[in-house]
């Protein structure tokens, strides 16, 4: 009993602190700047696949017309069975005769007499009106080799996935900062580098290291921003966070139309992230992860005093550090997996670690679905990125005067069914723009409930497991960009309206799965497992006691 109330003190303490801290707002602006800037970085990265891997129209590259000069039109005519903007397959004619009797003689010829049968394109002619060179036009990932395309946009969520899991756990042991700065440094290397490659395996190696680098800093940076600050700032910092994400998407474009090719457009995403030194040398540690180690001293230098923190002994503050580097010395890798089964160690935290599991991968789906749909929309890729951007920022900004009225709990739910009606209303819509400002507004309240859901995961699991939790989070999540280009590339050539519906369907699911956890809104973060019991056992007394 007295260790728990010791440990509601602590608690207590910390929380007076950081609020003290908090209102200096000019350091907590600095804060909000060095956890979510690397996230403008994410999002160019993880988006740039809709330019690096754009896909113009083409059809099968006729090496005799093309040495006699005729025009790209001309070849497809002649060649081309149908009129479609892709063709796999030409016709099986002796060119060697057309090339002698040129164009016009050719057509006579192709007019008069019967088609012959066709046969797969040996290479390819691509009309680069429309996109520039792109990783598509360099390695021919068209036709039987179109999975290869959606493989470098899934490669990026495998890398993320790994990273989530991997950045998580390792946080959680030996600190926010110092996984922030090697995840940061990966980026550094990786981004530049994939310019240069020309090998198409080379190039899908280094998507995986983007990637797992880029969950390194999100993860790190979320959660580093949600412990230093307090309830009171909480809920705005943390959607402020991902605003981010929409100058990103709103760079994207810009930078695309800017540039000729698709290295020039990643050496344009991935040169800026140089900035990254800076955030490696200024950015903080967690003060709660600090005590949580027993690293008291540490913890009191940032929040400007050991009498803060209520330690008065600095031989207590020696031992307790001591203790923490003994403790770290003495674990093994084993403690990955210990870390990781601690979510599953009672029914309440495995319940919200598989329903937050579910929401995360929801949110991840939803929001690259709509994304990489531009295409099957058949509108302007740049336009509609760039409005993609735009549009996130509302979404962002929208629950900041929600949760100041609102549970965690109720926005989530109404947000999720708002961001599910639009993907059905579509259907009933002509293709092309009216479908597309439609959707935004899904979009828009599916930026929001993205951001709330986000938000009380940090709220839901003691610091003691909430990086891991939210790595594992953040893992689950990349199975929704893992599996988005598939979706879109190839059930959206089915049929344009498969991967909105699929949207809106599991929206609805998600909205039911949030009526099953609890309510967040006005309770303390809590520090261990221990605590969260504790409170359990004191809730479950209560109802006994009011049913007796």
């Given at each position: 009993?007295?260790?728990?109330?010791?440990?509601?003190?602590?608690?207590?303490?910390?929380?007076?602190?950081?609020?003290?801290?908090?209102?200096?707002?000019?350091?907590?602006?600095?804060?909000?700047?060095?956890?979510?800037?690397?996230?403008?970085?994410?999002?160019?990265h993880l988006?740039?696949?809709?330019f690096?891997?754009?896909?113009?129209?083409?059809?099968?590259?006729?090496?005799?017309?093309?040495a006699?000069?005729?025009?790209k039109?001309?070849?497809?005519?002649?060649?081309?069975?149908?009129?479609?903007?892709?063709?796999?397959?030409?016709?099986?004619?002796?060119?060697?005769?057309?090339?002698?009797?040129?164009?016009?003689?050719?057509?006579?010829?192709?007019?008069?007499?019967?088609?012959?049968?066709?046969?797969?394109?040996?290479?390819?002619?691509?009309?680069?009106?429309?996109?520039?060179q792109?990783?598509?036009?360099?390695?021919?990932?068209?036709?039987?080799?179109?999975?290869?395309?959606?493989?470098?946009?899934?490669?990026?969520?495998?890398?993320?996935?790994?990273?989530?899991?991997?950045?998580?756990?390792?946080?959680?042991?030996?600190?926010?900062?110092?996984?922030?700065?090697?995840?940061?440094?990966?980026?550094?290397?990786?981004?530049?580098?994939?310019?240069?490659?020309?090998?198409?395996?080379?190039?899908?190696?280094?998507?995986?290291?983007?990637?797992?680098?880029?969950?390194?800093?999100?993860?790190?940076?979320?959660?580093?921003?949600?412990?230093l600050?307090?309830?009171?700032?909480?809920?705005?910092?943390?959607?402020?966070?991902?605003?981010?994400?929409?100058?990103?998407?709103?760079?994207?474009?810009?930078?695309?139309?800017?540039?000729?090719?698709?290295?020039?457009?990643?050496?344009?995403?991935?040169?800026?992230?140089?900035?990254?030194?800076?955030?490696?040398?200024?950015?903080?540690?967690?003060?709660?992860?600090l005590?949580?180690?027993?690293k008291?001293?540490?913890?009191?230098?940032?929040?400007?005093?050991v009498?803060?923190?209520?330690?008065n002994d600095?031989?207590?503050v020696?031992?307790?550090?001591?203790?923490?580097?003994?403790?770290?010395?003495?674990?093994?890798?084993?403690?990955?997996?210990?870390?990781?089964?601690?979510?599953?160690?009672?029914?309440?935290?495995?319940?919200?670690?598989?329903i937050?599991?579910?929401?995360?991968?929801?949110?991840?789906?939803?929001?690259?679905?709509?994304?990489?749909?531009?295409?099957?929309?058949?509108?302007?890729?740049?336009?509609?990125?760039?409005?993609n951007?735009?549009?996130?920022?509302?979404g962002?900004?929208?629950?900041?005067?929600?949760?100041t009225y609102?549970?965690?709990?109720?926005?989530?739910?109404?947000?999720?069914?708002?961001?599910?009606i639009?993907?059905?209303?579509?259907?009933?819509?002509?293709?092309?723009?009216?479908?597309?400002?439609?959707?935004?507004?899904?979009?828009?309240?599916?930026?929001?409930?993205?951001?709330v859901?986000?938000?009380?995961?940090?709220?839901?699991?003691?610091?003691?497991?909430?990086?891991?939790?939210?790595?594992?989070?953040?893992?689950?999540?990349?199975?929704?960009?893992?599996?988005?280009?598939?979706?879109?590339?190839?059930?959206?050539?089915?049929?344009?309206?498969?991967?909105?519906t699929?949207?809106?369907?599991?929206?609805?699911?998600?909205?039911?799965?949030?009526?099953?956890?609890?309510?967040?809104?006005?309770?303390?973060?809590?520090?261990t497992?221990?605590?969260?019991?504790?409170?359990?056992k004191?809730?479950?007394?209560?109802?006994?006691?009011?049913?007796?």
């Amino acid at each position: 009993m007295f260790s728990t109330s010791r440990s509601e003190m602590d608690s207590i303490t910390l929380e007076n602190a950081l609020e003290k801290k908090c209102k200096n707002h000019a350091w907590l602006a600095w804060i909000l700047f060095l956890t979510a800037s690397p996230v403008f970085f994410n999002s160019v990265h993880l988006a740039s696949y809709v330019f690096l891997g754009g896909n113009p129209s083409f059809f099968c590259n006729i090496p005799e017309l093309s040495a006699a000069n005729w025009t790209k039109e001309q070849i497809r005519k002649i060649s081309s069975p149908g009129e479609g903007r892709e063709s796999c397959v030409h016709y099986a004619w002796n060119y060697s005769l057309f090339e002698d009797w040129g164009f016009d003689g050719a057509l006579r010829y192709f007019n008069k007499m019967p088609k012959p049968d066709v046969v797969k394109c040996s290479s390819y002619v691509y009309d680069e009106d429309s996109f520039h060179q792109t990783i598509v036009t360099e390695w021919d990932l068209v036709c039987d080799d179109l999975p290869l395309r959606s493989t470098v946009q899934s490669t990026v969520a495998i890398g993320k996935f790994c990273g989530a899991v991997f950045f998580g756990l390792i946080s959680d042991r030996f600190g926010r900062k110092r996984t922030f700065i090697f995840s940061a440094i990966l980026y550094m290397i990786a981004g530049p580098s994939a310019a240069f490659l020309t090998n198409y395996a080379a190039f899908i190696l280094f998507r995986l290291l983007i990637g797992l680098a880029g969950s390194g800093v999100y993860d790190t940076g979320y959660t580093l921003l949600l412990e230093l600050t307090v309830k009171n700032y909480r809920a705005y910092v943390g959607n402020m966070f991902n605003v981010a994400f929409s100058f990103g998407l709103m760079y994207l474009p810009l930078a695309a139309y800017l540039t000729n090719n698709w290295r020039q457009l990643q050496l344009a995403i991935s040169i800026p992230m140089f900035l990254l030194l800076i955030h490696c040398w200024f950015m903080p540690e967690s003060p709660r992860w600090l005590i949580t180690a027993g690293k008291l001293e540490k913890a009191s230098h940032i929040l400007g005093s050991v009498e803060r923190l209520g330690i008065n002994d600095p031989e207590q503050v020696s031992h307790l550090n001591s203790k923490g580097r003994s403790d770290s010395r003495s674990e093994n890798w084993c403690f990955l997996f210990k870390d990781y089964l601690k979510l599953f160690s009672t029914f309440e935290l495995a319940k919200r670690t598989l329903i937050c599991y579910y929401l995360w991968f929801l949110g991840n789906l939803y929001y690259y679905l709509i994304a990489l749909s531009g295409s099957n929309f058949d509108v302007n890729q740049y336009i509609y990125m760039g409005l993609n951007g735009v549009i996130e920022i509302p979404g962002f900004l929208l629950p900041l005067p929600l949760l100041t009225y609102f549970g965690r709990k109720s926005c989530g739910i109404v947000l999720l069914i708002i961001s599910g009606i639009p993907m059905f209303v579509i259907l009933m819509l002509p293709q092309g723009w009216p479908v597309m400002a439609v959707t935004f507004i899904g979009r828009l309240a599916g930026a929001a409930a993205n951001g709330v859901i986000m938000f009380q995961t940090l709220e839901l699991f003691p610091t003691e497991s909430r990086n891991t939790a939210m790595g594992s989070c953040l893992t689950m999540a990349q199975l929704g960009p893992l599996l988005a280009p598939y979706i879109v590339d190839i059930l959206g050539k089915k049929a344009w309206w498969i991967p909105t519906t699929l949207c809106g369907s599991l929206a609805f699911l998600g909205a039911f799965c949030l009526m099953f956890l609890p309510e967040t809104k006005n309770t303390p973060l809590l520090d261990t497992i221990n605590e969260m019991k504790f409170l359990e056992k004191k809730a479950a007394c209560k109802d006994s006691e009011q049913i007796s």
